[in-house]
């Protein structure tokens, strides 16, 4: 079974910090990696996915990494701002049941701090 | 042109009720996979449904049952609410074969 584990569950940075959130997953054989963006009381905002097969990927001040034999992937955030502040969710895709599927962590609760 | 819509967005409900709730897929999208999101913690999977058909289910109590309808919106269905199903469920949909999922605002269901 699949099980995905974020670290720290809360984190709380002054304005312009750079930061990484942790994510680590038991299970290799994935498809791909996502993270998500989510608004008290919101639903979920794609930020970034990465295929198994890619090391990184890079959107404006976010950069995702992945090391699918170690099971981890980091999200780094670059000079930090108050918009910032949101639970960041990761996801991992793969095959459950012969169809595709994501399993979710807990998340990080970001609070960027003006 | 609109994402995934919900519905309703709120709801409140007496423990043994039972509920409905409703989501329309993105434009083009054809798969609608379920989630529950209890507070404080990641969304669990509660099932996918494909061609009118359920593909998939996570691990879930036969009270959650679901239906995709032939223009690919689907409903979530929970009999005999108890506490414990308070939480946010969202629809996400999907293009068949790809990993883009676009997921709704939710719908914050309370029961009392």
Redesign the interface.
């Known amino acids: 079974k699949q099980e995905?584990t974020q670290i720290p569950a809360a984190l709380s940075v002054p304005e312009g910090e750079n930061l990484v959130l942790n994510c680590s997953f038991t299970d290799s054989a994935i498809?791909?990696l996502?993270w998500?963006r989510q608004d008290p009381?919101?639903?979920?905002?794609?930020l970034l996915?990465i295929q198994s097969s890619q090391r990184e990927q890079t959107s404006g001040r976010l950069n995702a990494s992945l090391d699918k034999s170690s099971g981890r992937s980091t999200l780094y955030i670059a000079a930090s701002q108050p918009g910032d502040s949101a639970t960041y969710?990761c996801?991992v895709?793969y095959s459950?049941?012969?169809?595709?599927?994501?399993?979710?962590?807990?998340?990080t609760k970001l609070s960027v701090i003006p | 042109d609109a994402g995934v819509t919900q519905s309703p967005t709120h709801l409140i409900k007496t423990r043994g009720q039972q509920v409905t709730l409703r989501c329309s897929p993105k434009s083009g999208h054809d798969t609608v996979s379920w989630y529950q999101q209890a507070l404080g913690q990641g969304p669990q999977f509660i099932f996918q449904y494909y061609e009118e058909e359920e593909r998939q289910r996570g691990n879930f109590p036969d009270r959650f049952s679901g239906h995709q309808f032939p223009n690919y919106s689907s409903e979530l269905n929970v009999n005999a609410l108890l506490l414990g199903d308070s939480a946010l469920y969202l629809c996400a949909s999907s293009e068949q074969g790809s990993y883009g999922y676009t997921f709704g605002s939710g719908t914050r269901l309370t029961v009392v």
């Open positions: 995905v498809y791909n996502q998500f009381g919101k639903g979920l905002t794609s996915l969710l996801a895709g459950g049941a012969g169809s595709y599927q994501l399993t979710f962590g807990k998340g």
